[in-house]
């Protein structure tokens, strides 16, 4: 009985050992001795300082850095932290306000991600933004453009996924089995799937290899950010505020981590974002095809957004016939322009020159002026506005022309809804 005891309380001391065994990250300049663009780059992008905020108890890091009118903010993976990005913010942060964090192990939600996300870009005194998110960022992204559309400009959802059940369902059983792990074992088991599935996925490249044995890892870590990718959320892409952000879906056709199906799913959700598909590069395409990512990005970046044009014309028509100003209605209205309403169940067409003697006559307006929905299809668009007066409502319906110059109004029809 003594030599059971013993026994027991020696595996007992084993298995605590185990469990109390640290795993620690590799160091990236001994895996990867070779001093090339993409050594050099992360060296002198770890060497810069990083900042500090705390929100609701938890501390962020983040790097914020460069120059430029505009602001990109990129958002790492599940396994990835503020460095990730060093590739594309060495990139982009000569004519760009470049922004990045690294996700704490504490946060668990999309909603306490995004909560840290805007204290961190209220702190650095950025309104609007282009959003570049990868994996897990890809999906805050898509969270982000959902609540704060009007702070988006342009939208990227990198190798990434749709909200759905599908990874929840495949993953229920380890979700459980992973906590009661030893951290080494933990570690093991994602160095095995590192190994045998990612890199062999990116023609298996030594600096990915490198740098992801690089990062931090914990459980705990680990589960909470596995959280975040279950969250769900209805994402409304038709809403008009969320319809007007040009999108840019970036994929692999050999992604390990992203299935097939959700690859289609997110595709069929956001319909009109233009679509790019990196051909056997894996899950890290920033990373291991960098100049190829950059380059996707820049020709996005530098696209116009042509929802903002034709706001700029419908702009115009509302200042315009608000303040009686014929100039502002002749740069939003095509010489040709018609409107059409029915009085009395008849038909009545309006010439535009009738139209702007009746601005005229009518003089200033206080008018409250909204766009309801909107959209566009090569040079021809369709927006829904709605007029509020003191006593009435109207509701008109543009057709608009993208002519050599700019968006015309060719066609107003409108009805008085109360």
């Known amino acids: 009985m003594k030599f059971i005891k013993k026994l027991f309380l020696l595996l007992l001391l084993i298995i605590i050992v185990i469990y109390l065994i640290p795993t620690s990250p590799t160091d990236f300049f001994e895996s990867y001795p070779k001093n090339d663009k993409a050594s050099q780059s992360l060296k002198e992008f770890q060497s810069k300082t990083t900042s500090k905020i705390t929100v609701n108890g938890v501390n962020w890091e983040y790097y914020s850095g460069g120059n430029g009118n505009k602001t990109i903010l990129f958002l790492h993976g599940m396994g990835g932290s503020y460095d990730l990005w060093w590739q594309q913010i060495s990139a982009f942060e000569k004519d760009y306000k470049v922004i990045t964090y690294t996700l704490p192990e504490e946060i668990n939600s999309l909603e306490k991600t995004s909560k840290g996300i805007l204290e961190i870009l209220d702190k650095e005194k950025v309104d609007k933004f282009y959003a570049v998110g990868t994996s897990m960022g890809g999906y805050i992204t898509q969270y982000l453009v959902n609540i704060i559309p009007n702070r988006i400009e342009k939208a990227v959802f990198g190798n990434t996924f749709p909200p759905n059940n599908l990874i929840l369902n495949e993953n229920q059983s380890k979700s459980k089995i992973i906590p009661l792990l030893p951290e080494i074992l933990f570690s093991k088991l994602g160095e095995k799937k590192l190994n ?82 990196f051909h056997n590069e894996g899950h890290f ?134």
Do not use: C
Request: positive net charge; hydrophobic residues 35%; glycine residues 2%.
């Open 196 to 277: 045998n599935e990612l890199i062999p996925a990116a023609k298996n490249s030594e600096l990915l290899k490198a740098f992801l044995t690089s990062l931090p890892s914990s459980k705990k870590l680990f589960m909470n950010r596995y959280h975040v990718v279950i969250d769900l959320f209805t994402a409304t892409p038709n809403r008009y505020e969320t319809k007007r952000i040009p999108k840019l879906i970036i994929e692999s056709d050999n992604d390990p981590l992203i299935q097939p199906e959700l690859r289609k799913e997110i595709k069929e959700l956001y319909p009109k974002a233009q679509v790019y598909t």
């Open 285 to 418: 395409p920033y990373i291991n095809a960098a100049d190829e990512y950059n380059k996707i990005l820049q020709e996005f970046f530098d696209k116009k957004n042509e929802y903002k044009n034709v706001e700029t014309t419908i702009q115009n028509y509302f200042e315009g016939r608000k303040n009686a100003n014929i100039n502002q209605l002749q740069k939003a209205f095509s010489n040709n322009a018609k409107l059409y309403t029915s009085i009395d169940n008849n038909e009545l067409i309006i010439p535009f020159d009738a139209y702007l003697n009746k601005v005229r006559t009518d003089g200033k307006q206080k008018i409250n002026t909204q766009i309801l929905s909107g959209d566009i299809t090569g040079n021809i668009a369709s927006f829904k506005t709605e007029f509020k007066y003191s006593d009435k409502v109207y509701n008109d319906y543009l057709t608009l022309l993208n002519t050599q110059k700019d968006w015309k109004i060719i066609s107003k029809t409108f009805t008085k809804i109360n």
